[in-house]
Nanobody, 124 residues
Framework: QVQLVESGGGLVQAGGSLRLSCAAS????????MGWFRQAPGKEREFVAA????????YYADSVKGRFTISRDNAKNTVYLQMNSLNPDDTAVYYC?????????????????WGQGTQVTVSS
């Protein structure tokens, strides 16, 4: 069983930055692709970013491209989401997810494990 724990959310003003972290409790973390998704109130969960198991591939939603950066440290079993130039539309609960097959993807159904989420609120 894989457990994912997100941290780093909070309240930030528009234009500010936050860095989310997701710690995974699994020995074979380096074999998993990791993704970030978010869900705003009244909206469906949407893809944000993903990174392959070997850090070779990254993939971003158009809405965050150029502002967010996904990275991972396999030695620390942790994936990060650096979020810059935040705006109120980025307000949501952010979830990290793990895909045991290691492939980068935007489909939430491909991910096997999910964290509990961390709230990000951007004030105008």
């Amino acid at each position: 069983q894989v457990q994912l724990v997100e941290s780093g959310g909070g309240l930030v003003q528009a234009g500010g930055s936050l860095r989310l972290s997701c710690a995974a409790s699994v020995r074979t973390f380096s074999s998993y692709a990791m993704g970030w998704f978010r869900q705003a109130p009244g909206k469906e969960r949407e893809f944000v970013a993903a990174i392959s198991w070997n850090v070779g591939d990254t993939y971003y939603a158009d809405s965050v491209k150029g502002r967010f950066t996904i990275s991972r440290d396999n030695a620390k079993n942790t994936v990060y989401l650096q979020m810059n130039s935040l705006n109120p539309d980025d307000t949501a609960v952010y979830y990290c997810a793990a895909d045991r097959f290691g492939a980068v993807g935007a489909n939430s159904k491909d991910y096997d494990y999910w964290g509990q989420g961390t709230q990000v609120t951007v004030s105008s």
